[in-house]
C-alpha cells in the first residue's frame, strides 16, 4: 500500500480508524474455541464486522507470538486474510522487541519468554 492509497481511505472513510488485533484466547467466545484455529476465526469475524469503518490494522505480535507455532499460524492466515479480502487497508505489526510492552501486551511478552 503507498502513501497515496493510504490517504485516500482516510478520506473515503472519514476516519484514522485503526483496529488492533490483541488475542487472548480466554476472551474468545466459546463457539469460536471449538474451531480449528480459534484466533484465527476471532480475528476474521473483527475484520468483516469492521472492514468499512478503519483504514488499517495492528496486530500485536506479542499476543501471537504467545500462543507459539499455532500462533504464528494464525498471524500469517490473518494477514493473508487482509490482504486477499481487503487489499484496500494497511496492515501494520505491533512487534515492540525491546521488552518495553505495556498492560496486557507486557503479559503476553512475559507469557512467551517463559513459554
Known sequence: MTTQQLLEQIQLKKSFL??????????????LLATEDPIFEFNKAIIDATHDLC??????????????IKGWQSL?????????????L???ADAIVTGKQIGRASCRERVCRYV
Open 18 to 31: 485503526c483496529v488492533g488485533l490483541d488475542v487472548d484466547l480466554n476472551k474468545i467466545p466459546s463457539h
Open 55 to 68: 483504514v488499517a490494522y495492528k496486530p500485536n505480535t506479542a499476543f501471537f507470538e504467545a500462543y507459539g
Open 76 to 88: 500469517q492466515r490473518t494477514i493473508e486474510y487482509i490482504n486477499a479480502n481487503y487489499p484496500q
Open 90 to 92: 494497511f496492515t501494520i
